[in-house]
Structures are given as C-alpha cells and as structure tokens.
C-alpha cells in the first residue's frame, strides 16, 4: 500500500509545472556554472608556472590582489560572486577611472608610468604566447612590472581595495573577506605533490565531485522547497482536504509517501546531471593512467547534498502544514541567503552552515582536515530534517482529529474576529 502511495506521489510531481521549472533551473545554473573543464596538468620541473598555493602573508596578499586588478582593469572583466554566484562585471569608463586612480595609489606609480607598464606587458606577453604556440604549451601569465608602496599598511591597502569591492557589487576578490589569503606561485615540488594528490588520493573523480557538490549545494539548499510547499498546498487549492483525512492510510504514510517523492524527484536528476562531469572527469583519470571511482559522485551526492535537500524539503512540508501558507519559501530563503554569505572562504567553509563549500580540484588536505567536521555537519542536518518530518506527521494527525486548525487558520480567523 505504502508503495502505490509513493509511486503515486511521484506522479503527482511529474505533473506539476513547479517540477519542470525547478529542472529548468537546475539544469541551466549547472550548465552556466560548471560546463566544461579542463585536466589538471603534470607540472614540469622546467617550466616557470607550476601552479599555486595559498598564502597568509600581508604582503603576499597585496601583491597578488594588485596584480588581479592590475588584469581586470586592462581587460575590463571583474568576476564577482555577489551571492555565491559567478557573474562578470563590466565597467564604464568612469568607473574605469575610479579603479585607475586605486591602482595609482598602492602603488605609487603615476598615470604615465602605468601605461609604459601596460605597453611593455603587452609587447612581452605577445612574445610569451609566440613561444609557447610554437612549444604546444600552455600561455603563461607573468607579472606586471610594478608593486605596492613600501609604506602602505594592510589596513590602508584594504580600505583601498573596499572601495573597489563596492564599486563592483560586493563579492569580489578585493572584499575584506576575500583578502584573508591569497594563492601564490607554488614550487615544482608543491605543485608535483597536489597533482599527486589529485592522481593517487582522489583518483581525479573524487576531486571533481567536491566541486560539483558545491555548485549543486547551493540550488539544493532553496530550490527544493518550493516543491514541498507547492505539494502540501495542493490539496487546499483542490479542496480535497477532509477527503483525504477521511482515509483509512495512518498519518505517517500520507506524510512520509509525500517527502520521499519529493527526494527521490529531487535527487534523481542531480545524480543524472552528475553523469556529465563524472564522464568528464573518468576520461581525464584514464588520459593521466589512473583508474578512476566510478561511485564516487553517487557517494558524494549521498552524503553531502542528500541532507541538505532533506532539511530544504522538511522546512517546506512543516511549515506548509502548520500555517497553510507558503512562509516556508521566505524562511528558507533566509536561511539560504544568510548562509550562503556566511562562508568565509569558498574552499573548506563549514561549520555548522547548511552549504559547505570547497570550490576547487584538489586541495585533498584541505579536506582532510574538515572531513570530520564536514561528516558531523552532515549528520546534524539529517538528524533536523527527520524531527522536522516527524513533527509535520503530528501535525497532520492533529488536523485530521480537528483538533488543530494550523497556525495560518487561526491567524486568518482572528483576523477575521477582528474586522467583523
């Protein structure tokens, strides 16, 4: 019996256009965020770029976010993410000006001397890029010939970059937040050591499903519960309400064939998105000589998206069937910003946050340092949406006695009272 309510249940969404529109919005962010990438390469002893590594010095900090704007300036690109989501900024000439006239105060250089270095990387990049063509190598990027001011503290040079920050909509490299660290030209031996990683500890599947769950994270987190919400309102709209408390089904499989519908709706096509980055990321590993772990998007997903979407999913059919409103959608919104802002970095952010966030291939030490933390977190929120389910079953068994009317019902009665 359980099982015809569940299949039924599924069919319920499959009918319903919120479903598609949720599939539609999964899918394109998918595409415009991920898309396609790139094998990570087999660093040479020879070669001058070898990759990077992270770095909290002050000055290391500096250099490097002066070179990154020094770039986006002459190509008037700003990448941003102003709520964890990419989006390229492009400015006007005024604004132009106003990251023209930062540059020439770190560094102490004058308009003149800005543009002779603008000449001379161009000329030396141009030949850079004949070479490298000719040697079937990757472009190297080098550093423009200028550097801060040796008398400009961290604490001016960030008030500096703030200005930028905000003339870019907030979310960028130069925030304050994003200035705790920096990524600095690694060693060859740093940068055979993180391939290494990628190669024999993640066995490349492993480190491209930490990124997918962190794009996928951040959608998982919102978008499910304007499916729960959509489906415990349908039966008001519908007035169907008495006729299903008038069945002999216990409150407990009503409820529980609906939420595990809605998960199964709603992880199903995640793990068939994933399929695209995992092929991807299989012919990278065979092209390296690694065997790759086919299961390892599916155990990702199992462990480190699913409770995410249970808690999405569980708010939606609790606070649905408790006020016989859609607040849960302007909860978990809040929810879902608050978080979303509240990581401090984009690679190993956890915390007790509803979205983890690890936004690179590799870094396998970075994560084996937040594992624990990662696992307990995970745990946490699984744990909160089965009471939240739980609760939302006493709800509705209330309801069906006719001895709770929901929160919204009284609400909208003492209004009623009120006016009359």
């Known amino acids: 019996m359980f099982f015809t309510m569940l299949k039924k249940e599924c069919g319920q969404y499959l009918k319903s256009?919120?479903?598609?529109?949720?599939?539609?919005?999964?899918?394109?962010?998918?595409?415009?965020?991920?898309?396609?990438?790139?094998?990570?390469?087999?660093?040479?002893p020879n070669m001058e770029y070898t990759g990077t590594v992270r770095s909290s010095d002050e000055k290391s900090i500096m250099e490097n976010a002066l070179q990154e704007m020094l770039q986006d300036y002459e190509n008037n690109s700003y990448t941003t993410y102003p709520i964890g989501f990419y989006k390229q900024v492009i400015l006007d000439d005024e604004e132009q000006e106003q990251v023209k006239d930062c540059i020439l105060r770190i560094s102490g250089v004058t308009e003149q001397e800005l543009d002779e270095i603008y000449k001379?990387?161009?000329?030396?990049?141009?030949?850079?890029s004949q070479n490298a063509q000719?040697?079937?190598?990757?472009?190297?990027m080098p550093d423009y010939d200028i550097s801060v001011r040796e008398d400009i503290s961290f604490e001016e040079f960030k008030e500096e970059l703030k200005k930028i920050d905000k003339l870019l909509g907030?979310?960028?490299?130069?925030?304050?937040?994003?200035?705790?660290?920096?990524?600095?030209?690694?060693?060859y031996e740093q940068a055979k050591q993180e391939y290494d990683s990628i190669l024999n500890?993640?066995?490349?599947?492993?480190?491209?499903?930490?990124?997918?769950?962190?794009?996928?994270?951040?959608?998982?987190?919102?978008?499910?519960?304007?499916?729960a919400v959509t489906r415990a309102l349908q039966d008001r709209k519908a007035?169907?309400?008495?006729?299903?408390?008038?069945?002999?089904?216990?409150?407990?499989?009503?409820?529980?064939?609906?939420?595990?519908?809605?998960?199964?709706?709603?992880?199903?096509?995640?793990?068939?998105?994933?399929?695209?980055?995992?092929?991807?990321?299989?012919y990278f590993a065979k092209g390296m000589g690694v065997k790759s772990d086919l299961l390892a998007f599916v155990k990702h997903i199992g462990f480190w998206l699913l409770p995410t979407a249970l808690v999405c999913l569980s708010v939606g059919f609790f606070l649905t069937e408790l006020t016989d409103s859609a607040v849960a959608i302007l909860v978990q919104g809040v929810w879902w910003f608050t978080s979303?802002?509240?990581?401090?970095?984009?690679?190993?952010?956890?915390?007790?946050?509803?979205?983890?966030?690890?936004?690179?291939?590799?870094?396998?030490w970075i994560y084996q340092q937040i594992r624990g933390q990662l696992m307990r977190n995970r745990w946490l929120y699984t744990g909160v949406a089965?009471?939240?389910?739980?609760?939302?079953?006493?709800?509705?068994?209330?309801?069906r006695k006719g001895v709770f009317t929901g929160v919204g019902t009284m609400l909208g009665n003492r209004k009623g009272k009120q006016e009359a």
């Open 386 to 399: 089965l009471l939240l389910v739980f609760l939302t079953v006493i709800v509705f068994q209330q309801k």
């Open 239 to 282: 007035k169907a309400e008495q006729v299903i408390y008038m069945q002999k089904v216990s409150s407990a499989s009503i409820v529980l064939s609906r939420f595990l519908a809605a998960v199964f709706v709603t992880i199903i096509p995640v793990i068939l998105l994933s399929c695209s980055t995992l092929l991807q990321a299989v």
């Open 120 to 128: 001379k990387m161009k000329a030396e990049l141009e030949e850079i």
């Open 340 to 364: 979303l802002n509240a990581a401090g970095n984009l690679v190993g952010h956890v915390g007790w946050n509803l979205m983890p966030r690890f936004n690179a291939v590799g870094s396998n």
């Open 170 to 187: 907030g979310g960028s490299s130069y925030s304050e937040k994003n200035l705790q660290f920096c990524y600095v030209p690694a060693t």
């Open 17 to 44: 256009p919120a479903y598609y529109i949720f599939l539609l919005c999964m899918v394109v962010d998918y595409i415009s965020q991920m898309g396609t990438f790139e094998a990570p390469l087999k660093p040479q």
């Open 201 to 227: 500890e993640d066995r490349v599947t492993n480190a491209y499903a930490r990124l997918f769950c962190d794009y996928m994270g951040i959608l998982l987190a919102i978008l499910p519960v304007f499916l």
């Open 134 to 140: 000719a040697k079937g190598v990757a472009v190297p």
